[in-house]
């Protein structure tokens, strides 16, 4: 049976319209009200992007879904959880301290801003499941005791899972730092010495203390490495690589086993949004934001995360691609660039694992019929 997914387009035809009132409206009409009860606490779950990054999903549209949530009766509060890696959200303290220089505040946002893992990233619950590579995943303690949770996801790239939506938001977005390093386990990346500078930006990069210059070039101890993989775009010379090999698959399968704890007690009590905005080659962790791969699309909602993953990507894929961008970067797989963009940016990488996965965890269908609300 496929799932319902609702979209409107992005733009306004005339001076009357607005998107935020069409995403006010799409809400009411997919019926995301009528999973919120009256006084109950319900996690926005947001992502405030990282200090530098300009792409991540304005908080005009989070206060339009946060006064549609205390229409309902429900008491809203945004939430994400503190980084693996070293940037300006890696503990609650500069996590909301980058939060209120990005524009998101109870003014703006209309809600309370709440760390979901705590001052430093390490208050969870545990949650046991049945997945191929995970069998105890630890949800983000304030996502787990939510009654209820709207999870609002920018759809872009990803240098590790070439697509990031829903199913990311949920599995790596709403795990404290614990979870985010169990899922990232084994993927070590690759060193290129020649192509080295010894510019030492890595290392500032990582948290574990698993880089370091020596003679002029960087070293890795596989030890301490968490195969977090933030190194790899942090390096300006491409020095710096994943290992396209069975472990990056296994790795989205973790991640879809960890979004499946997420939402195990969540049955029939979760909603998706998308914002297939600003769609860049990598993600809202990123320090800075890439140029953008195609036009705006619109907005897509749904209460099905892989349904409404597979809409956002399809329809990135349908897209024409904004040439002056794309045809600059040396690194993009131009013969893909008509039919999946998310492979032109990143080659060796599928979109499609994190999905089909997620679907054989019983968390949605790839199969949807698109609405559109205008």
Not at 118 to 145: E, P
Not at 260 to 265: Q, T
Not at 306 to 329: C, W, Y
């Given at each position: 049976?496929k ?6 387009r ?14 006010s409206k799409?809400?009411d009409?997919?019926g995301?009200?009528?999973i919120?009860k009256?006084n109950?606490?319900v996690?926005?779950?947001?992502h405030f992007?990282?200090e530098g990054n ?6 005009l ?5 946060v006064d549609r949530?205390?229409a ?6 945004l ?5 693996l890696?070293v940037?300006?959200r890696n503990?609650a303290v ?6 209120l220089?990005?524009g998101?505040?109870f ?8 760390i979901?893992d ?5 208050d969870g619950?545990?949650?046991n499941i049945s997945?191929t590579?995970i069998?105890?995943?630890r ?5 787990y ?10 759809c872009?790239g990803?240098m590790?899972?070439a697509?990031g939506?829903?199913i ?6 709403c ?18 010495t020649?192509?080295?500078t ?5 290392v500032?990069?990582?948290?574990f203390?698993a880089?370091k210059?020596v ?6 101890d596989p ?8 190194c790899v775009?942090a390096c300006r010379?491409?020095?710096i690589e994943?290992?396209?090999d069975t472990d ?7 991640m879809a086993e960890?979004?499946?704890?997420v939402?195990?007690?969540?049955k ?5 949004i998308n914002?297939?905005?600003?769609i860049?080659?990598?993600c809202?962790c990123?320090p800075?934001s890439?140029s ?16 409404i993953d597979?809409?956002s990507a399809?329809l990135v894929?349908?897209a ?14 131009m013969?893909?660039?008509e039919?999946?963009?998310?492979k ?8 499609r694992?994190q999905?089909e996965?997620a679907?054989?965890?019983?968390l949605?269908?790839m199969e949807y019929?698109l609405i559109?609300?205008k």
């Amino acid at each position: 049976m496929k799932s319902e997914v609702f979209f409107t387009r992005f733009g306004a035809p005339h001076a009357d319209d607005s998107i935020l009132k069409r995403l006010s409206k799409m809400f009411d009409r997919a019926g995301a009200g009528g999973i919120i009860k009256e006084n109950e606490m319900v996690a926005v779950k947001a992502h405030f992007g990282e200090e530098g990054n300009v792409s991540f999903v304005s908080p005009l549209y989070y206060r339009t879904v946060v006064d549609r949530i205390k229409a309902c009766g429900g008491n809203p509060f945004l939430t994400d959880t503190n980084t693996l890696y070293v940037g300006e959200r890696n503990n609650a303290v500069k996590h909301l301290n980058t939060a209120l220089k990005h524009g998101f505040s109870f003014v703006s946002a209309g809600a309370p801003l709440v760390i979901a893992d705590g001052l430093t990233g390490m208050d969870g619950v545990d949650v046991n499941i049945s997945g191929t590579h995970i069998k105890k995943a630890r949800v983000a303690s304030a996502v787990y005791w939510a009654s209820t949770m709207i999870v609002m996801s920018h759809c872009k790239g990803h240098m590790m899972t070439a697509m990031g939506g829903a199913i990311k938001n949920l599995g790596m977005g709403c795990t404290p730092r614990s979870g985010k390093q169990d899922q990232h386990s084994g993927n070590v990346p690759q060193y290129k010495t020649a192509a080295c500078t010894g510019c030492g930006e890595c290392v500032t990069w990582c948290n574990f203390d698993a880089l370091k210059i020596v003679d002029g070039k960087v070293i890795n101890d596989p030890a301490k490495c968490a195969g977090c993989g933030e190194c790899v775009p942090a390096c300006r010379f491409d020095a710096i690589e994943s290992k396209w090999d069975t472990d990056l698959q296994k790795m989205n399968e973790k991640m879809a086993e960890y979004a499946s704890a997420v939402m195990a007690n969540k049955k029939g009590k979760a909603f998706f949004i998308n914002f297939v905005l600003n769609i860049t080659p990598e993600c809202d962790c990123m320090p800075s934001s890439g140029s953008y791969l195609v036009p705006d699309i619109g907005i897509l909602a749904s209460f099905d995360p892989v349904a409404i993953d597979t809409a956002s990507a399809e329809l990135v894929n349908s897209a024409k691609v904004i040439k002056e961008n794309v045809e600059k970067n040396e690194g993009y797989d131009m013969k893909h660039a008509e039919k999946d963009k998310f492979k032109m940016v990143h080659p060796h990488l599928n979109w499609r694992v994190q999905l089909e996965h997620a679907q054989k965890m019983g968390l949605g269908t790839m199969e949807y019929e698109l609405i559109e609300v205008k």
